[in-house]
């Protein structure tokens, strides 16, 4: 048995990490902060210049081609490649209630390769992230504030049923944040499904987190793979009584895909305690941790 050996001395000729964007994007090498700039100019001036135009025209189809175009020349940009299997489930005609799974703003790169038109429902606080926030907030996408789920239901269900008689379908991420596969979907979009009288179309991906893994890390790593499994749609009327069904498979295959899902773990995290989150029952350990952490605080809070 070989004894115990003192941490390795630093390498004295590795580069420090490089930041770029006000500390948005953070990368490990000069080669790499140099492609990451290319990468920004492009997207923020002749992209961004292409996007907003489209705005302008104040047409939808013209907004979903020109995201849709845009979202590939951000995936080759830095080296994002993207396995899609399942694409014979899609009736491109077909409008639906998109349910995907989310780890990282990569995962949207992915997903606009679907052969679908897609209004996506996002956070509010988005808009304030460079180039995405002001195309979700004047690109006819909707914003929401999961925290007030009351108070943005009808909002929602109005502007959703707008999108879809337009012709788009609408992309939901029914656990409502990116802190990792463990946690629960969130009832809304199964019962919006059926409501809307649209076929659910679940849809995991995986490994998105690895390219950019904000706002956990600023780190920017090209050459990233990303998985995308699309699975049969489910008729609208079975989409609530399905619900626990759909989540488990689509969980199942993420834990067992090449590109591993995002994990949670809140000594690394955080708790994350102004955000509305429940944890999967499927996973009792971090459910009980959460639980445990949550009456804690209102303890203190009591005291």
């Not at 606009?112 to 996408?141: K, N």
């Not at 706002?215 to 090209?222: D, K, Q, Y």
């Not at 952490?293 to 009591?302: I, P, S």
Request: hydrophobic fraction near 45%; charged fraction near 25%; glycine fraction near 6%.
């Amino acid at each position: 048995m070989e004894p115990e050996r003192a941490n390795p001395p630093a390498d004295a000729t590795a580069e420090a990490p490089r930041t770029l964007l006000g500390g948005y994007l953070a990368v490990a090498s000069r080669r790499a902060w140099l492609r990451a700039w290319v990468a920004a100019l492009l997207l923020l001036g002749p992209v961004r210049l292409v996007l907003w135009l489209a705005v302008l025209l104040r047409n939808r189809a013209a907004c979903r081609a020109a995201e849709r175009r845009a979202a590939r020349l951000a995936a080759r940009l830095i080296g994002l490649r993207v396995a899609i299997s399942g694409l014979e489930h899609i009736d491109p005609g077909e409008r639906y209630v998109v349910a995907s799974l989310h780890e990282g703003f990569a995962d949207g790169l992915a997903l606009l390769r679907l052969p679908l038109s897609l209004t996506a429902v996002a956070r509010d606080e988005l808009t304030t992230f460079p180039l995405l926030g002001g195309w979700l907030a004047h690109g006819r996408h909707l914003l929401i504030r999961p925290e007030r789920p009351v108070a943005g239901a009808r909002t929602l269900r109005r502007d959703a049923l707008a999108a879809i008689e337009a012709g788009d379908s609408v992309l939901f991420f029914p656990q409502g944040s990116i802190l990792g596969i463990e946690l629960a979907f969130r009832p809304g979009v199964f019962q919006l499904a059926r409501r809307l009288g649209r076929p659910l179309l679940p849809v995991v991906v995986t490994g998105g987190h690895r390219a950019w893994e904000h706002p956990f890390s600023a780190t920017l790593r090209f050459g990233q793979a990303l998985s995308v499994i699309v699975l049969p749609p489910v008729p609208p009327h079975e989409a609530v009584p399905r619900r626990a069904e759909i989540e488990r498979r689509m969980k199942e295959l993420a834990l067992a895909s090449a590109t591993p899902p995002r994990r949670f773990d809140p000594n690394r995290d955080g708790y994350w305690d102004d955000y509305r989150y429940e944890i999967d029952p499927a996973f009792p350990d971090l459910a009980q941790r959460i639980a445990d952490h949550r009456r804690d605080v209102a303890a203190t809070d009591v005291r």
